[in-house]
């Protein structure tokens, strides 16, 4: 970037300035986002119900596969759930799921029901892989599933869709504090680049504190699965969702600290996907409470 006179540091006090805009909301507007023009969207679905956990906290298996169903065929813009997983996976596909396992790890009822439905189009039970840590398996996989769970994090600001794969990285800490914006670099190893075909964000039950142990002041009860093919739209809706509830909670704005900074800098700097809310369709299906976007 030297060529254009911009430093490093000159694009992060950017993004810094960008990602506070965007979690206080600043000239955002999901009618607007709506009703750009579709060609240049990503589409990102966030499909909610009051019982895809019981009351003790359970998940409901027979919701939260609807739920799942749906958040598909909406972020993949097609008839069915059938056709929406043929349109993303093929039988000869060997498909990781790539899930949460510190702070608020992803519920893995979730995970089995995503198995059950790849199985359902074809794919062998021996070729779906759980994956959270093991690189080995990632090599393995000519695709991946991202399925992380929603929550903040007290080193990046945000932990959920691009922080997944920082693991794979076999270098976690360069990646932390300052370095946040890097994490969309960890996306471009040759072992993972282009194998993200799905996002599915566990948003039933999110963090929206850092931790690193979850407080439940500060945990609470969505009822969500957020889908899309665009891991940054999907970072930055939840990234929204997280954010308009921190600001619910203490009645005024309580920015993420540090700031999230990865989320703009995937989009700007690793071009991964779009962090632009006017390039973001949201299509919302479900319970019509709290919805905090």
């Given amino acids: 970037m030297k060529g254009d006179g911009i430093t ?9 300035t960008g990602v506070a805009g965007l ?31 019981t009351q003790d906290m359970r998940v409901n298996l027979t919701v939260c596969r609807d739920l799942i169903r749906r958040a598909v065929t909406q972020a993949t813009e097609t008839a069915n759930a059938s056709k929406a997983w043929r ?3 093929k039988p000869a596909d060997v498909v990781g799921i790539v899930t949460s396992k510190a702070v608020n790890p992803t519920h893995m009822e979730l995970a089995n029901l995503v198995k059950e439905e ?67 670099e960890i996306w471009h190893l040759d072992f993972i680049k282009g194998k993200t075909r799905l996002v599915l964000i566990d948003a039933l039950r999110p963090t929206c504190d850092k931790g690193p142990q979850v407080d439940p002041r500060y945990q609470w009860v969505y009822g969500g699965i957020i889908a899309s093919t665009d891991p940054v739209a999907a970072e930055t809706i ?9 600001d619910e909670i203490k009645g005024e704005p309580w920015p993420l600290s540090p700031p999230p900074i990865c989320v703009a800098a995937a989009d700007k700097e ?24």
Wanted: hydrophobic content about 40%.
């Fill in 8 to 16: 490093r540091r000159d694009f992060l006090k950017g993004t810094v």
């Fill in 238 to 246: 939840g990234l929204r969702i997280i954010q308009a509830k921190r």
């Fill in 23 to 53: 979690a206080l909301g600043e000239g955002l507007s999901v009618a607007g986002a709506e009703s750009s023009a579709k060609g240049s969207q990503s589409v990102v679905a966030v499909v909610r119900s009051s019982e895809a956990l």
């Fill in 87 to 89: 349109k993303l996976f």
């Fill in 118 to 184: 790849l199985m359902s189009i074809g794919i062998p039970e021996h070729n779906v892989k759980f994956i959270q840590r093991e690189t080995d398996l990632v090599r393995q996989c000519s695709a991946l599933i991202a399925l992380p769970a929603l929550k903040a994090h007290w080193l990046t600001g945000i932990g959920t869709v691009l922080k997944l794969y920082i693991m794979f990285s076999g270098k976690p800490s360069d990646y932390h504090n300052e370095n946040s914006s890097k994490l969309g």
């Fill in 270 to 293: 690793y071009k991964l996907g779009n962090s632009d809310l006017s390039k973001i369709r949201i299509r919302k299906l479900g319970w019509n409470e709290g919805w905090l976007i």
